[in-house]
């Protein structure tokens, strides 16, 4: 069985308290049920993870980067948050790693401040969802299972 890794980056702990009216009321703990849902559904074993601290984001991109090469990974979904708009050190270690990244926003992060449009991720992800709520992790991990793990066409 593949796994899917779901990173979640700097405060995305506070989920469900902090502005719920841009990212809702659902927690964190909701947000790992519902990716548990969806890999299961997709027959691949989950890694849920989140930290505020850059650093952890990036050595667990580097174990996937390894599971990547054993051919036992199916993808990462990736919702950096803040170090979206800002880390270099993420995007090199997603390239460095080869990995199948898809970018995730739980808000439309292009209709928020301009800071916010601009992504060091986009350029080396396969594909970014955003806007969706909670629910785009759940397209999220459906797209790593039917689409990145989908035989060439």
């Known amino acids: 069985m ?19 009216a841009i990212y809702g009321a659902h927690t964190l ?10 890999a299961a559904r997709n027959q691949l074993a989950l890694r849920f993870h989140q930290s ?10 580097h174990e996937a980067g390894q599971l990547q090469r054993e051919g036992q990974l199916a993808g990462v979904v ?6 979206t708009h800002t880390s270099v050190a ?11 990244v898809i970018e995730l ?5 292009h209709a928020r401040e301009s800071f916010r449009h601009h992504s060091y991720i986009a350029p080396v992800a396969k ?27």
């Open 52 to 61: 505020n601290h850059e650093g952890a984001l990036i050595d667990w991109l």
């Open 105 to 109: 926003h739980i808000s439309n992060v």
């Open 78 to 83: 990736l919702n950096a948050a803040a170090y």
């Open 127 to 153: 594909a970014v969802i955003c806007g969706l709520g909670v629910q785009g992790y759940s397209i999220a991990i459906d797209a790593v299972a039917q689409v990145l793990l989908a035989p060439a066409a």
């Open 90 to 100: 993420l995007m090199d270690a997603i390239k460095g790693a080869a990995l199948p």
């Open 29 to 38: 703990a909701d947000v790992e049920q519902l990716c548990a849902q969806a």
């Open 2 to 20: 593949k796994t899917v890794f779901v990173l979640n980056g700097p405060n995305l702990n506070l989920l469900g308290l902090r502005e719920p």
